[in-house]
């Protein structure tokens, strides 16, 4: 597949990233991030990747995109820079709930729809291995924020339920720890089902998805 954007931030809102850490991420303002974007944008164009969208911001929670988004398109050479808009669906470690945080989803995906902009749900993750919370999450942003593309966090982990599929990391190899979560069968109801380009349907309850 051609890589068609590039996301240079990791939650940087969230104030966790603190030396010495194990996890990618780095806190930046919103000034930081407008002008790392400019730069950024620059750089792809003189290196003729002028195609190539810059994702911004990969918040941890739909609030703080919402507000991250509403500085930086209060600059005029950062939000001309922006392709896309790119946001995490947890609540600290969380899934992020409607019920608990109702029309903020929506609030990311009005405020995507004026700027022209594609909405990804870049990262969700859990440790729950029945699925259920997997589905939850998937239906509810899929019904509210509408994005065009849903991304799970890592679909093999070392011994870790945050995989669909658990497996031993060797230096020489990979093996399958054992059999796969029934969570990966859940997820494969979306994926085997929805395919890339499918138009989804409208309902009027965020427990049903119809496409086609």
Known sequence: WPVVSVAPFNEPSAGWWRFPHD??????????QADIIVKLRQELDQKGLSDVRIAASDENQFDT?????????????AKRCVGQLNVHAYKGLDAWREASNP??????????????LPVWMSEHGNGEESGLELAQTILEDLHFLRPRA????????????WGVVEADFKQEH??????????????????????????????????VLAAY
Not at 65 to 77: G, H, K, Q
Not at 150 to 161: G, R
């Open 174 to 207: 990979v093996t399958a720890a054992m059999l796969p979560h029934p969570k990966y069968y859940v997820f494969a109801h979306f994926t085997r089902f929805v395919r890339p380009g499918f138009h989804i349907l409208r309902s009027t309850s965020p427990w």
């Open 23 to 32: 996890q990618e991420g780095c806190n930046l303002n919103t000034d930081q």
């Open 103 to 116: 029309g903020v989803r929506a609030a990311l995906r009005r405020l995507a729809s004026e700027d022209g």
């Open 65 to 77: 995109a919402v507000n991250t988004w509403e500085a930086l398109r209060s600059n005029p050479l």
């Open 150 to 161: 849903w991304c799970y966090w890592q679909l093999v982990e070392h011994h870790c339920t």
